[in-house]
Each structure stands twice: as C-alpha cells, then as structure tokens.
C-alpha cells in the first residue's frame, strides 16, 4: 500500500492550493483520511479529518478556508486551500486507516508529504 500526494507548491498569499492523495495497492476499505502538517521546528498538526461517512472536522486554524473532500471510488482524498496565509506553509501529509484485500486489520499509513510554500 502506498500513499501518494501532489498538489504542493509555491503560492502568494491570498491564493489557492488543492492538495491530493492517492491510496494504491491492495485496498479492501479505507475509514478514515486525514491531512496533517508540519511546518519547520514544529511539531506535526493536523489539519482535516473525512470519515467514511462523510463527517468533516478541521483544526481552528483553516475552518473556513480549507475544504476536505475525498473520492471512494479512486481512493483520493483532497485538500481545497484558499485565502492562504504565510503561516500554512509546511510540509503537507496525507494519513489514511485502511485494511488490505489481505486482511481485517485497519492500519493507518502515511503519505510521503508535499511542500506548500506561501510568500508574503
């Protein structure tokens, strides 16, 4: 199973990113998704749950600028980022809970992460 982001890159402030992970291999179901973030010296943050059931959470931080999303049938999960801030500059990682066509075991896994860089 791998889990794999694009979408990163360098933005005004003011501007728009969206951000997506495909989850590839072996995929019986996936529970949950979630994008998380760490900037530089800091630790990592979450930012943006979507359950399988379509429940939405996001953290403080990007409510009403960040918008969620995922697409079951091509394992993706999308992040919408508008009215970016220097501030959401980080290294950008999708995480997922899923189980194998191998096993009823949920597992969670972790993308390799994508660099969002907003100038001032």
């Known amino acids: 199973v791998q889990l794999v982001e694009s979408g990163g890159g360098l933005v005004q402030a003011g501007g728009s990113l969206r951000l997506s992970c495909t989850a590839s291999?072996?995929?019986?179901?996936?529970?949950?998704m979630r994008w998380y973030r760490q900037a530089q010296g800091s630790q990592r943050e979450l930012v943006a749950t979507s359950m399988s059931g379509g429940h939405t959470v996001y953290a403080n931080s990007v409510q009403g600028r960040f918008t969620i999303s995922r697409d079951n049938a091509k394992n993706t999960v999308y992040l919408q980022m508008t009215s970016l801030k220097p501030e959401d500059t980080a290294v950008y990682y999708c995480?997922?809970?899923?189980?194998?066509?191998?096993?009823?075991?949920?597992?969670?896994?972790w993308g390799q992460g994508t660099q969002v860089t907003v100038s001032s």
């Open positions: 995480n997922a809970n899923l189980r194998t066509t191998e096993s009823l075991l949920y597992v969670y896994y």
């Open positions: 291999g072996s995929i019986g179901s996936i529970n949950v």
